[in-house]
């Protein structure tokens, strides 16, 4: 059983990391604000306890123009 909950775990964590690599994307080298990978992406993190918008300074430009 102990086997079993650390290939989840090892799962869980790669599907984390894939997202954070997703939404840093989407952060840093595309101008898209709130793309539907990206918000998947947030949802995903959202879910395992980690609250980040990656779109944030993107819409804080965009609101100072």
């Known amino acids: 059983m102990y086997k ?4 989840v775990t090892t799962i869980t ?5 894939v997202a ?3 939404g840093l ?3 840093h080298l595309s101008d898209a604000i709130d793309s539907p990978l990206e ?3 947030e949802a995903i993190l959202k ?7 990656f ?3 993107k819409k804080e430009a965009l609101d100072e123009l």
């Open 4 to 7: 079993s909950q650390g290939f």
């Open 13 to 17: 964590l790669l599907v984390i990391v």
């Open 20 to 22: 954070l690599g997703i």
């Open 25 to 27: 994307y989407f952060q």
């Open 39 to 41: 918000q998947t992406s």
């Open 47 to 53: 879910k395992n306890g980690i609250d980040v918008d």
């Open 55 to 57: 779109s944030k300074d």
